[in-house]
């Protein structure tokens, strides 16, 4: 059975990566994709060979699913269009710069009777999934606490408007913390306080982004009676020979787990001194799902799919940390998040 899919929006950075896996398959037929901005555009396509068209379009093809790259504020028109046409969808993380927008798009799924997929694909590690395992066994004993660090080079240099508040709805808080929140998530674990610091772009880097976040430090108050931090920076500098780093140490009564996803490597010289990683692609396994959620969409999700209450509830730690960041006091989450 081959799949109709279309890329609505292409301006984050992973829209390339998801072109050049899908376009690679013969069970997928890629029907192009849709874009705003007409430099954007015009480069996707270029690079992709996809072609661009209308949104209205695009979706009167009849794709099967979608995966929702634009701007992060620009993402709850394209699910509700998708959801209109009946295509399920894969949506970008953060799903929303806002609460309301997310809810939003339950709202418009719901009634449409499409499923919801965010784009976390740090479930589908091999490391992440055995360390879900040994968590629920009770094998590590009880979690005291989790130490977190997803650092990166700032994407803004690809993608401008990932240090545009008014599009992303934050600087690297926004970008980095929703990954760390999930794999809490996924062990098992909910928030119930949360306190932040971020720190803005120096003026003197870039003058026009000082508003933006750059780096930051978020604690949690986890319902277990454990605590975790989350180091969220676009700390690395341009020549930085790894992209980025995402890592937790977990500390339980009976051991301790430090995950670090994308430490293996092969040191590169040449033009350009580089680390090389290797290992399964996390983004092939999590689109390998999404083929399998619109083949059989009435089908359990596999053990790394995460649905719209996953990437709701990592947006609600965002924005708890952009308020206490703001108020510079702690602020609680309700326990209990299960919005109608």
Known sequence: MTLRLALLGVAHVHAHAYATLLGGREDVELLGFCEEDPDTARAFSQASGLKPLPLGELLASGPQGVIVCSETARHLPLVQAA????????C??????????????KAACEA????????FPARFSADVQALERQMRSGNLGAALSYSGVNHSVAPDREAPWFSQPALSGGGAG???IVHLADLLRFLGERPVEVYARLLPVPEWVLPEAAATDAAGLVTLRLESGATASIDCSWS???GYPRWGQLRLDVTASRGLVSLDLFAGHLKVSGARYGWAGYGPDLNALMLEEFLRL???PEQDGGPGRADWQDGYEALRVVRAAYASASSGQPVRLSPLSNPS
């Open 294 to 296: 619109c083949r059989w």
């Open 112 to 119: 449409a009777g499409v499923q919801f997929m965010t784009a």
């Open 174 to 176: 926004m970008d980095h």
């Open 92 to 105: 970008e993380k953060p799903i929303a710069a806002s609460e309301s927008d997310a809810l939003s798009m």
């Open 236 to 238: 690395r500098p341009p």
């Open 83 to 90: 959801a209109g046409a009946g295509a399920h969808v894969l």
